[in-house]
């Protein structure tokens, strides 16, 4: 598959980081080498990874390559989706407005938030005693 043209995206997501490349032709897609079924297990993850294919309409004229890194599947789905994204408006630029309707070419940059010094975590405290 290495010798066949394709388009390329990178999508982040949380700590996740996502590179994809689209292929023409027959549809499926595999995550770090496996099919998608058997990272993202759960079927909410999965449709967030398809999304832009539903939206655009190819999922099953296209096959997805990712290589997912960092943070956990959560992440992997969303680094996905935007990956995808990004690499179908570069093979076609005309699917812009349908997939920013959808929301799917902004990047969602919500992170963990830092643990403060003193508190057990971002924003618990210990438990207060009078006495």
Do not use: C, F
């Amino acid at each position: 598959m290495a010798d066949k043209q394709y388009y390329y995206g990178l999508g982040r997501r949380k700590s996740s980081v996502a590179k994809v490349r689209v292929y023409p032709g027959q549809g499926g897609m595999t995550i770090n080498g496996k099919p998608v079924e058997e990272v993202l297990t759960t079927l909410h993850s999965r449709s967030v990874a398809e999304a832009p294919l539903h939206v655009a309409n190819i999922d099953s004229s296209v096959q997805v390559v990712a290589t997912a890194k960092g943070g956990g599947v959560s992440g992997w789905a969303g680094a996905v989706s935007l990956g995808i994204a990004r690499a179908l408006l570069v093979m076609d630029p005309n699917l812009r407005p349908t997939l920013k309707r959808a929301g799917l070419l902004t990047r969602d940059s919500r992170v963990k938030e830092s643990k403060k010094y003193g508190l057990k975590r971002a924003r618990k405290a210990p438990q207060y005693t009078k006495r």
